[in-house]
């Protein structure tokens, strides 16, 4: 049974999320305070992290980030800040979701639920070549490892099946929205925006100069195309 963790400072709120999920079949538990819900992601014992941003001990941001650095499981921040910017910042700091309040408990399970498909299916996703190169980027697909000129660099889950999904249909544009669909699922609830954010993270870590990128170039308008 997959378990859910729910970091959430209201009660009540965390206990309707704790109760939907179990009666779609998860194990769910609460963390009222920010470093106890911390102490609990680190432990590896959970499929989902579902994170309130405004906590007492440490801030949904901060929390997010050092999952980040030890897992890849996929984190939902839930949040009653709406503003574009709460969502964007809550994306670089590696989220995969950004859910508003108030929000619909069901609609949070079938994140949940799509979250952990996603996941598994870019996990264990295998493709025919084991090893793409394009100009010194080399992607091992059997040990799903990246390397820039010979250096390997680090890719959470998400951003490592987005590239791969790049670098296997080079030279051909794609809209965010086909983007999205076709990693995330059409059966899933999000904002394209979380694309925009993610191309901008493995920019920074593929491009010399993630301002002026070579390898994933932004048509205005349409949307992205990967150089081969």
């Given at each position: ?25 998860y194990e769910a538990d609460i963390a009222q305070d920010g470093m106890l819900g911390?102490?609990?992601a680190l432990t590896g014992l959970y499929n989902v992290i579902i994170v309130d ?116 249909n080079p030279n051909i544009v794609f809209s965010k929205e086909h983007i999205f ?48």
């Amino acid at each position: 049974m997959k378990r859910i963790l729910i970091i959430e400072d209201d009660l009540n709120i965390a206990e309707l999320e704790r109760d939907y999920l179990q009666l779609n079949g998860y194990e769910a538990d609460i963390a009222q305070d920010g470093m106890l819900g911390l102490k609990k992601a680190l432990t590896g014992l959970y499929n989902v992290i579902i994170v309130d941003l405004m906590l007492p001990g440490k801030d949904g941001y901060q929390i997010t980030k050092e999952i980040r650095d030890k897992f890849e499981i996929p984190v939902i921040i839930v949040s009653a800040r709406n503003e574009d910017i709460d969502k964007i910042r809550g994306l670089g700091f590696g989220a995969d979701d950004y859910v508003t309040k108030p929000f619909s408990p069901a609609e949070l399970v079938a994140r949940v639920k799509s979250h952990i498909t996603r996941y598994e299916r870019l996990k264990g996703k295998i493709i025919a070549s084991e090893v793409i190169n394009h100009r010194g980027l080399e992607i091992n697909t059997a040990s799903h490892k990246v390397f820039i000129n010979g250096k390997e660099v680090q890719m959470t889950t998400t951003e490592y099946g987005l590239l791969v999904f790049f670098a296997t249909n080079p030279n051909i544009v794609f809209s965010k929205e086909h983007i999205f669909e076709t990693l995330w699922g059409d059966e899933y609830l999000g904002e394209t925006a979380t694309v925009a954010v993610h191309v901008q993270k493995i920019r920074k870590k593929i491009e010399r100069d993630p301002s002026n990128p070579e390898f994933i170039e932004t048509l205005w308008g349409t949307g992205y195309r990967f150089n081969s």
